[in-house]
């Protein structure tokens, strides 16, 4: 039983894992990060899944981490740090590399490890009216576990755009840096997803995930190495006192010290 997010089948193998936390706008919590785990798991071990397509419910897509969980990082041991970055790396991991084409299904803003899911999507289709924003500097943190996945999408030339600065881009600025493959109507965000979907439904099953798995060998590298670094990163974020200054600042609905 899950209660941050639900899955639903269809005759023809099509899952739509959709993220279910809308009070929150999606961000996800340390439980968030365990179930899309397990369920990035589940779907690709069962063999009547054809295609994932990854959705969520409410007004936002993903608001990113949640802040709530992230502060609880600041008096926590290293190790317990280490592990919590690990939990939100290996979910990325495992979605990344689901033997299941992955379909992203953006209907609202996107923001931090929203734009992660986002790139860890095969192809992600967005609606025209929503908003995409790589916030972690703005609180004092960095793009750590979702950067590799965010650099692989954009390449880096695009990624140094927006990696750093924190700034607002809408759909259209996302088709360009690589991160959508598509802005449409939100009207037509479904056609545009089904588009997206039955080709593969043609396809060998077996064949398309062997060819996924080729695809990633032969990009950029995202091994054990890379995602350690990651982990070691954000766990030494929040030990960092901007972390601590910039969170602390949302949660007090005032300006971090360093924000004009």
């Known amino acids: 039983m899950t209660e941050t997010i639900t899955i639903e089948r269809d005759a023809r193998g099509v899952a739509t894992l959709w993220l279910d936390r809308a009070e929150k706008h999606n961000a996800m919590s340390g439980q968030m990060i365990e179930e899309l785990h397990a369920a990035a798991q589940e779907l690709g071990k069962d063999p009547d899944v054809r295609v994932v397509v990854l959705a969520a419910r409410g007004k936002t897509f993903c608001a990113g981490g949640d802040l709530g969980w992230m ?46 899911l986002a790139s860890v999507c095969d192809v992600a289709v967005g609606a025209k009216g929503i908003t995409m924003a790589l916030t972690e500097t703005r609180l004092g943190l960095i793009p750590a576990t979702i950067g590799p996945y965010v650099a692989a999408r954009m390449g880096e030339a695009n990624a140094r755009r927006v990696f750093m600065s924190g700034r607002r881009f809408d759909a259209a600025e996302a088709v360009r840096l690589g991160l959508l493959a598509r802005a449409v109507p939100e009207d037509d965000l479904d056609a545009a997803v089904e588009a997206e979907v039955a080709p593969y439904l043609s396809c060998a099953p077996g064949a398309v995930g062997r060819a996924k798995a080729l695809l990633r060998s032969l990009g950029p590298r995202i091994d054990e190495t890379t995602i350690a ?16 200054e910039g969170i602390g600042a949302f949660f007090d609905k005032r300006k971090p010290w360093w924000s004009n």
Do not use: S
């Open 229 to 244: 670094h990651t982990m070691d990163e954000l766990a030494r974020c929040w030990a960092g006192d901007e972390a601590r």
């Open 71 to 116: 502060r609880e990082q600041f008096e926590a041991e290293p190790e317990t740090r280490t592990r919590e970055a690990g939990k939100l790396a290996y979910m990325l991991q495992a979605l990344n590399t689901m033997p299941k084409p992955l379909i992203g299904r953006l209907h609202g803003n996107a923001f931090g490890g929203g734009v992660g």
